[in-house]
């Protein structure tokens, strides 16, 4: 097992990720490719780059420190932040991520994205918020990036939580081998299983690759004793239709009680910052996020099957309401 991994947060307080106060720690390098990915810089499993232009003052220190010949000399700072400039800093194609460049930037412009962590580092972190996990039924959540893309470490992390008494969640694609997955939720008190598209042909298209495994464990998965809490991404163009909820709540009603709760979580703008930090283009650039509250007519199809299904996926959300909607329909739960 690698000692340290790249983390690239450790995010406290988080409230959309399980149950309660949650500790999130982001995970580097995942095998799909969504082009929606809210957290670009968790998809390549090397250390990455961030320029932010906001800062760069141009004083061309790091072009003296840059052994590649990879960044591009100082322009005018009125001229690189102004609307509009496409002056990039660093010339991706010759840098190797040596990072030397950063070491000299006293104003904080250059950043490297993905810290290497060991077990008890990350630990040492997540167990200063234990009194807030208590009193909220919170804990650490294992995401990313994707969790399962680092096996021993990732199921040791876990591991190492259960033994101090910390409450676990992982939150995966699904897209491993399933023993891998199933070892995993032993030791996690729920699983956050992300689905995306049920038609492999748009799956592979958004994200780089069909559908058939991921479909293959959640149903696999269903059948051991692990809490799962599906959570489906909702991205206009891709899953925002009527007749794509409507399936997919049918396929997740089918799947049997283990699935205890749905989150539809809406698309939103808000890491534009960092696709451009990392010199990347975005489809989404021009996308307005999705009201929440559009969604709340999609959420009542699962709530018509009797699942408990939440928009936004907040820990604390009171599910009495969905389940109050769920007798008031007079429609049985599977
Ligand atoms: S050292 Fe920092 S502030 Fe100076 S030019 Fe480079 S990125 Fe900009
Ligand atoms: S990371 Fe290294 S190669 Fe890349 S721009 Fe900075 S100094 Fe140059």
């Given at each position: 097992?690698?000692?340290?991994?790249?983390?690239?947060?450790?995010?406290?307080?988080?409230?959309?990720?399980?149950?309660?106060?949650?500790?999130?720690?982001?995970?580097?390098?995942?095998?799909?490719?969504?082009?929606?990915?809210?957290?670009?810089?968790?998809?390549?499993?090397?250390?990455?780059?961030?320029?932010?232009?906001?800062?760069?003052?141009?004083?061309?220190?790091?072009?003296?420190?840059?052994?590649?010949?990879?960044?591009?000399?100082?322009?005018?700072?009125?001229?690189?932040?102004?609307?509009?400039?496409?002056?990039?800093?660093?010339?991706?194609?010759?840098?190797?991520?040596?990072?030397?460049?950063?070491?000299?930037?006293?104003?904080?412009?250059?950043?490297?994205?993905?810290?290497?962590?060991?077990?008890?580092?990350?630990?040492?972190?997540?167990?200063?918020?234990?009194?807030?996990?208590?009193?909220?039924?919170?804990?650490?959540?294992?995401?990313?990036?994707?969790?399962?893309?680092?096996?021993?470490?990732?199921?040791?992390?876990?591991?190492?939580?259960?033994?101090?008494?910390?409450?676990?969640?992982?939150?995966?694609?699904?897209?491993?081998?399933?023993?891998?997955?199933?070892?995993?939720?032993?030791?996690?008190?729920?699983?956050?299983?992300?689905?995306?598209?049920?038609?492999?042909?748009?799956?592979l298209a958004k994200t780089g690759i069909r559908n058939d495994l991921v479909l293959k464990n959640l149903e696999l998965l269903c059948g051991t004793d692990s809490d799962i809490w599906i959570r489906i991404p909702v991205v206009p163009g891709f899953n925002d239709s009527f007749e794509f909820?409507?399936?997919?709540?049918?396929?997740?009603?089918?799947?049997?009680?283990?699935?205890?709760?749905?989150?539809?979580?809406?698309?939103?703008?808000?890491?534009?910052?960092?696709?451009?930090?990392?010199?990347?283009?975005?489809?989404?650039?021009?996308?307005?996020?999705?009201?929440?509250?559009?969604?709340?007519?999609?959420?009542?199809?699962?709530?018509?099957?009797?699942?408990?299904?939440?928009?936004?996926?907040?820990?604390?959300?009171?599910?009495?309401?969905?389940?109050?909607?769920?007798?008031?329909?007079?429609?049985?739960?599977?």
């Amino acid at each position: 097992m690698k000692e340290r991994v790249l983390i690239t947060d450790l995010a406290k307080f988080s409230v959309n990720d399980g149950p309660g106060f949650r500790t999130n720690v982001f995970l580097k390098g995942c095998p799909l490719k969504c082009e929606w990915c809210h957290n670009p810089e968790t998809i390549a499993d090397n250390p990455e780059l961030y320029w932010k232009k906001r800062l760069c003052v141009q004083c061309g220190a790091c072009l003296e420190a840059c052994p590649k010949d990879a960044i591009n000399p100082p322009i005018e700072p009125e001229l690189s932040s102004s609307e509009g400039s496409t002056y990039q800093k660093i010339n991706r194609a010759k840098c190797d991520n040596c990072m030397k460049c950063v070491d000299v930037c006293i104003y904080d412009a250059l950043e490297v994205v993905g810290k290497a962590m060991s077990i008890s580092e990350i630990m040492d972190e997540v167990e200063q918020d234990k009194p807030f996990y208590i009193t909220s039924g919170g804990g650490m959540t294992v995401s990313g990036g994707e969790p399962t893309a680092h096996p021993a470490f990732a199921l040791a992390l876990l591991k190492e939580a259960k033994k101090r008494g910390i409450h676990t969640c992982i939150d995966t694609n699904g897209c491993c081998d399933f023993n891998v997955l199933k070892e995993m939720a032993e030791y996690s008190d729920i699983v956050l299983f992300d689905l995306k598209h049920l038609d492999s042909a748009k799956h592979l298209a958004k994200t780089g690759i069909r559908n058939d495994l991921v479909l293959k464990n959640l149903e696999l998965l269903c059948g051991t004793d692990s809490d799962i809490w599906i959570r489906i991404p909702v991205v206009p163009g891709f899953n925002d239709s009527f007749e794509f909820h409507t399936q997919a709540s049918l396929y997740i009603a089918s799947l049997g009680g283990h699935v205890k709760r749905v989150d539809l979580i809406p698309f939103h703008n808000y890491c534009q910052n960092k696709y451009a930090w990392l010199d990347k283009d975005w489809s989404y650039r021009e996308t307005d996020a999705i009201d929440p509250s559009f969604l709340e007519i999609y959420a009542d199809l699962y709530r018509q099957h009797g699942l408990v299904t939440t928009v936004g996926g907040s820990g604390f959300e009171n599910i009495g309401t969905a389940k109050l909607s769920q007798e008031v329909s007079g429609i049985q739960g599977h």
